[in-house]
């Protein structure tokens, strides 16, 4: 069986042989966007959609990167290579700001954006579940309130930071209720 390839910074791989700088910044900070989506027999589904909202946290973010296209290649790319034409498969799109050493601020000068692409045989919902629905619960929405856990998801200091740093301040002060 050949081994699972993946896309990394230009380049197609077999998974195995991936290699990622620990100083990535998705690593350090969860500085990156990502995008998950469908391709049936390989088909992208939707990908004007996913591309627009890949666009969007790009340009929030501020990211070194403008080519979604070269992501969409990628997946068309590794959804043949991996024989994936023949059914449904889960494709995940992941840019970050890339390697550079430890520091919330952007690096000066840029450094190129991680792209990494992926692809697997995605099996469909359980059966029944289309027809009988499933059970959800609601949350509350703590992804960025829980500043209590040193979680390594820095993207919200990172962003405090640079805005920081464009003001001239030396460091980011959060406040809450005033």
């Known amino acids: 069986m050949q081994a ?11 998974l195995g042989e991936a290699r990622i700088s620990p100083e990535d910044r998705a690593f350090l900070f969860a500085d990156g966007i990502y995008e998950a989506l469908l391709a049936r027999r ?8 996913h591309e627009r909202r890949l666009r969007q946290g ?6 070194p990167f403008d080519q979604p296209a070269e992501l969409r290649a990628a997946a068309d790319e590794l959804l043949r290579r991996n024989d994936l034409l023949g059914g449904d498969a889960l494709v ?6 890339g390697a550079a050493p430890r520091a ?3 690096p000066q000068p840029p450094v190129p954006a991680t792209r990494y692409v992926t692809t697997k045989a995605w099996p469909g919902h359980p059966p029944g579940l289309l027809a009988e629905g499933a059970a959800t619960a609601t949350v509350a929405d703590l992804r960025w ?11 919200p200091n990172v ?3 640079q805005e920081a740093k464009e003001a001239g301040a030396h460091e ?3 406040v809450r209720d005033g």
Not at 4 to 14: I, S
């Open 92 to 97: 995940y799109l992941q840019v970050s700001r």
């Open 4 to 14: 699972m390839l993946v896309y990394l910074n230009g380049e197609v791989v077999p």
């Open 58 to 63: 790009i340009a929030a973010l501020r990211l």
């Open 172 to 174: 980011a002060l959060f």
């Open 42 to 49: 390989g088909r992208l589904l939707f990908w004007a959609e």
């Open 104 to 106: 919330h601020a952007f």
């Open 145 to 155: 309130a829980r500043c209590d856990i040193k979680s390594i998801a820095l993207l």
């Open 159 to 161: 962003l405090a930071q």
